[in-house]
């Protein structure tokens, strides 16, 4: 399966605000399915079966296939698509989140509850933090070990990750490689090796760097 990428939650976690004396509790993950997101809800309703809300949204698929907002109680619109709608702005995927709320017993009215779940999720995200996952492909290159030397100091000056080298009858060295700049790197190693390196490529894996 070919991977996409895209950006979504660091880890799971939580985050904590106070508004009017109403708790806010924001619970982020990742889910790769429907499935997945909708058991990640469900558990935090059952870890807060005594709130009087755990409002929820997710964006599943490469293209947000697949959106959902629950306001589980508060009026209409108020709660889960703002939540939604910060998920979307900040242009995630594959990521649920839960707000549970403990009424402090002042009424926010529509306009406040809509600013306090959309907080809620914006204070959660700069908290916990946002990742990219972007694909790359692992290629197998093997060559004759007098290549070596060349190609490990070449490698290292590029943004091309040496994963592993491996020392056989030829040394192997597995590099993985942004999935969009194989057919270059093939052409640059093919060249850069007078047409002496051998590549198979071998899967797709994904590598995460922190979004500031």
């Known amino acids: ?77 108020t709660a889960g698509v703002p939540m939604l709608e910060v998920l979307k702005k900040r242009n995630l995927r594959n990521t649920v989140v839960v707000v549970t709320r403990y009424f402090g017993g002042i009424k926010l009215g529509g306009g406040g509850l809509i600013r306090a779940y959309g907080s809620s999720v914006s204070e959660g995200l700069n908290t916990i933090g946002v990742v990219e996952r972007v694909s790359h492909d692992l290629l197998e290159v093997t060559v004759d070990y007098t290549w070596l030397g060349k190609l490990e100091n070449e490698l290292r000056a590029t943004r091309h990750i040496i994963d592993q080298i491996h020392y ?15 057919a270059p790197f093939i052409e640059w190693m093919t060249n850069l090796t007078n047409g002496q390196a051998k590549i198979r490529e071998n899967g797709s894996r994904y590598i995460e760097h922190d979004v500031t």
């Open 168 to 182: 056989l009858d030829h040394v192997q060295i597995d590099v993985l490689v942004n999935s969009n700049d194989v």
């Open 1 to 77: 399966m070919s991977l996409f990428n895209y950006y979504t939650v660091k880890e799971n976690g939580f985050h904590e605000i106070i508004i009017q004396k109403s708790r806010f509790i924001t619970y982020l993950a990742r889910a790769t399915s429907e499935q997945e997101a909708q058991r990640f809800i469900a558990a935090i309703k059952k870890q807060h079966h005594d709130a009087n809300h755990n409002c929820s949204a997710y964006v599943i698929g490469e293209r947000n296939d697949i959106q959902k907002a629950n306001d589980d109680g508060e009026p209409s619109g």
